[in-house]
């Protein structure tokens, strides 16, 4: 059964201080590996896509990484409008094609 | 370019009632999903619909059921409504079930009393 744990459950962050954000997966063959934030309220809106370990791709301030059982959404300098909760999620190769998401990292960038 | 949009955006029922929540793709995509989020928790994925036949299902009970219509706009049903039911239920659009991007709509907040 597809796992995704991610770490911390929240982090709050100075303005400009940078960090990461983790999520550990269990799965049997990567489809692919997604980032998504979601403010509340709001549904999630899509941030990165990974496929392969070694993968990485950056957007303004966030940039995403994968291996072959971990991912880090690095946040550098952030911003109070940075704050939110950052979902992550799995998808199987040749499974239900639901994505399986964990249950977030929520973070706060304080001013 | 539209997004998805999902109505109605907030819903009370009572255990045990029926509720139809509804979906309208994104322009250009032609697959649906639908996800439950309960407070403080991730989505979890109930069922994905593509070409109007249901092409995937997660561990969900058979009273939560769908529908997608020619236009690729989506009705997910609930039928004899627990109080666990009541969560945010997320709409989500793709083309084909690719995972590059699937779009996710504002979500229905569900209140079961």
């Known amino acids: 059964e597809d796992q995704v744990t991610q770490s911390p459950e929240a982090l709050r962050l100075q303005e400009g201080e940078s960090s990461s954000l983790n999520c550990s997966y269990t799965v049997s063959g990567l489809r692919g590996l997604f980032w998504y934030r979601q403010d509340p309220g709001k549904g999630p809106e899509f941030l990165f896509t990974?496929?392969?370990a070694g993968e990485e791709k950056e957007k303004e301030r966030l940039k995403a990484t994968l291996t072959k059982k971990e991912s880090f959404l690095h946040i550098t300098a952030p911003k109070p409008e940075d704050s939110a909760t950052y979902l992550c999620?799995?998808?199987?190769?040749?499974?239900?094609?639901?994505?399986?998401f964990g249950k977030g990292t929520h973070l706060i960038i304080q001013p | 370019e539209t997004g998805v949009t999902q109505s109605p955006t907030h819903l009370i029922k009572t255990r045990g009632q029926q509720v139809t929540l509804r979906c309208s793709s994104q322009?250009?995509?032609?697959?649906v999903s639908w996800y439950q989020q309960a407070l403080g928790q991730g989505p979890q994925f109930i069922f994905q619909y593509y070409r109007e036949e249901e092409n995937g299902r997660g561990n969900f009970p058979p009273r939560f059921s769908g529908l997608q219509f020619p236009n690729y706009s989506s009705e997910l049903n609930v039928n004899a409504l627990e109080l666990d039911d009541s969560a945010l239920y997320l709409c989500a659009s793709s083309w084909a079930g690719q995972g590059v991007g699937y779009t996710f709509g504002s979500g229905t907040r569900l209140t079961v009393v």
């Open positions: 322009s250009g995509h032609n697959t």
């Open positions: 999620a799995v998808q199987e190769r040749g499974g239900a094609d639901g994505l399986t």
């Open positions: 990974l496929y392969s």
